[in-house]
């Protein structure tokens, strides 16, 4: 799946942040990270055909505003369990993960597909949500548009000498059209 990072390279620190941010890049050295604590890494993507790609998720830790914007972060965290999540407006996705001192636990969110949806937000690589509704609603759109044109071309080629083969058309195009629509959304691209 492509992806797209903050295009700025700028700071992900969010305005109000409650914690230290510093870059994070995984195949770098292992942060410095102060004594009773550990580190939060958050990689937030969206897909490039988001319709939500200006929106910018916001990331906080416990309740409170961590980093905002797409990238990789470190949130610098005391030991323990924490609450992450994942929101604009309301909360969107959350987990409850335990930090170790010293330890760096990676998290990834996914923007969804959809302007409104959720996304997705876990540990390891995390796929879009949101894309195969939208392949399984243009699949039924092309196959009912050629249904109905199937059926309305039904009378001209059965009074005419039109060859039978003909009738095949419609129907195997709207299954071809309908298995690339669905490969293309389900297709997967890192």
């Excluded at 994070?24 to 958050?42: N, S």
């Excluded at 959809?114 to 540990?123: D, P, S």
């Excluded at 399984?136 to 196959?143: C, E, G, I, K, N």
């Amino acid at each position: 799946m492509t992806q797209v990072d903050d295009p700025s390279g700028g700071d992900l620190t969010h305005p109000q942040g409650a914690y230290q941010i510093e870059r994070y890049d995984p195949a770098g050295p292992p942060p410095q990270l102060p004594p009773g604590h550990g580190g939060i890494a958050v990689h937030t993507w969206c897909p490039p055909q988001s319709a939500r790609f200006t929106l910018a998720p916001m990331v906080g830790v416990d309740g409170r505003p961590a980093t905002y914007g797409f990238g990789r972060a470190l949130i610098v965290v005391p030991v323990g369990e924490r609450l992450v999540e994942v929101q604009y407006v309301s909360p969107l996705r959350s987990t409850l993960i335990t930090v170790s001192e010293g330890e760096v636990v990676p998290l990834e969110y996914a923007a969804s597909y959809e302007a409104f949806g959720a996304g997705a937000l876990g540990r390891g690589e995390q796929r879009p949500s949101g894309r195969m509704p939208i392949a399984a609603a243009l699949t039924f759109s092309l196959v009912l548009g050629l249904g109905a044109a199937y059926l309305g071309f039904l009378p001209f080629l059965l009074v005419d000498d039109a060859p039978t083969a003909l009738l095949l058309v419609p129907p195997v195009l709207g299954i071809v059209v309908g298995i690339l629509v669905f490969r293309r959304g389900t297709r997967r691209r890192r």
